[in-house]
């Protein structure tokens, strides 16, 4: 490997079910955390990987941790969601609001992989484009 390839250690959120969270349906699972956050550099960017169900009580760790990502990296952060198992408008955006916050900076928020429940929504909106390798506006 070489130095270009190194990784950071990784950093990991874990998020447990919080009282206003009681309702929903994923409360119940016998997981003991809904979601984790971790990130690591690879070269120029940061990799964000998300696991779990992300809603509007997840929204301010979702978007701390995000926003750190990008000040950690020279060129921008890749997301992997491929194993996100809910995904709703407020997670939605969050995502919408750090992109903006990159362009803002010259760097850019791409998708590495994601869930099929992840994709429906930025496709049902029409965000999936603005996710791409070369989404620049």
């Known amino acids: 490997m070489s130095w270009e390839e190194a990784v950071v ?3 990991v959120h874990r998020a447990q079910p919080s009282a206003g ?3 929903h349906p994923l409360a119940a699972a016998s997981l003991p955390y809904l979601m984790t956050i971790s990130s690591h550099r690879v070269r120029d960017r940061m990799v964000v990987v998300l696991r779990g169900a992300f809603d509007h009580v997840a929204g301010e760790e979702l978007e ?3 926003i750190n990502a990008l000040e950690s990296s020279v060129q921008g952060i890749d997301l992997d969601l491929k194993e996100v198992s809910f995904w709703d408008c407020a997670t939605l955006n969050v995502l ?3 992109r903006q916050l ?3 900076h010259g760097k850019t928020v791409t998708l590495r992989a994601t869930s099929p429940i992840v994709e429906r929504v930025l496709e049902l909106t029409d965000t999936l484009p603005l996710f791409t390798a070369h989404a620049k506006c």
């Open 9 to 11: 250690p990784e950093r």
């Open 21 to 23: 969270c009681k309702g």
């Open 64 to 66: 701390r941790s995000l």
């Open 96 to 98: 919408l609001a750090v």
């Open 102 to 104: 990159a362009l803002r």
